[in-house]
T-cell receptor
Framework: AQTVTQSQPEMSVQEAETVTLSCTYDTSESDYYLFWYKQPPSRQMILVIRQEAYKQQNATENRFSVNFQKAAKSFSLKISDSQLGDAAMYFCAYSTPMYSGGGADGLTFGKGTHLIIQP | DGGITQSPKYLFRKEGQNVTLSCEQNLNHDAMYWYRQDPGQGLRLIYYSQIVNDFQKGDIAEGYSVSREKKESFPLTVTSAQKNPTAFYLC????????????????FGAGTRLSVL
């Protein structure tokens, strides 16, 4: 079974600074997807960024980027120029791929990192 | 607006009672999922369905039941056999199949908070 580990229960960063959230995972698969989801106080889960395991290039979305180290099974999220609106729980998640005629069996989540932004 | 609607937002269950949480989507997604979130925990998969009239157990299916009679709807019943039902429940959906459109991305509803009276 796949597992996802987030070793930082809470992180704090000054507004406009950069912060990196850690995530490691365990799998025997070679093809999979990794995600970072954000859960603000409203508790709505919002996709931040997605990485396909077969792509070596790290995904980026505006101020958010990942450092994907497949051999080390590491998938960290870097948030640049932190803003007050970035304050939330951040969850790392793993899934097996969907193929034509098939389907994914759900996401496996880490326990989350609570990100605090200091003004 | 396309999206996933969960209702009710808050739900209370009495001892020995079954309660049903609603999840409806108008995204034309094939696959739907139910997750449970406890304080300090990540989301855990309860049940999922890839097509109508078919569903599979997730990691914590005991005490729960589902149905998938329509593509748009995937209701979750919390039965009296679930002894610790107090949690936040999230429904999600995604496109099934390969290709760029699939992307394995799951979209979530706003959740239902279930408490025991």
């Amino acid at each position: 079974a796949q597992t996802v580990t987030q070793s930082q229960p809470e992180m704090s960063v000054q507004e406009a600074e950069t912060v990196t959230l850690s995530c490691t995972y365990d799998t025997s698969e070679s093809d999979y997807y990794l995600f970072w989801y954000k859960q603000p106080p409203s508790r709505q889960m919002i996709l931040v960024i997605r990485q396909e395991a077969y792509k070596q290039q790290n995904a980026t979305e505006n101020r958010f980027s990942v450092n994907f180290q497949k051999a080390a099974k590491s998938f960290s999220l870097k948030i640049s120029d932190s803003q007050l609106g970035d304050a939330a729980m951040y969850f790392c998640a793993y899934s097996t791929p969907m193929y034509s005629g098939g389907g994914a069996d759900g996401l496996t989540f880490g326990k989350g990192t609570h990100l605090i932004i200091q003004p | 607006d396309g999206g996933i609607t969960q209702s009710p937002k808050y739900l209370f269950r009495k001892e020995g009672q079954n309660v049903t949480l609603s999840c409806e989507q108008n995204l034309n997604h094939d696959a739907m999922y139910w997750y449970r979130q406890d304080p300090g925990q990540g989301l855990r998969l309860i049940y999922y369905s890839q097509i109508v009239n078919d569903f599979q157990k997730g990691d914590i299916a005991e005490g729960y039941s589902v149905s998938r009679e329509k593509k748009e709807s995937f209701p979750l019943t919390v039965t009296s056999a679930q002894k610790n039902p107090t949690a936040f429940y999230l429904c999600a959906s995604s496109i099934r199949g390969s290709g760029g459109a699939a992307k394995n991305i799951q979209y979530f509803g706003a959740g239902t908070r279930l408490s025991v009276l």
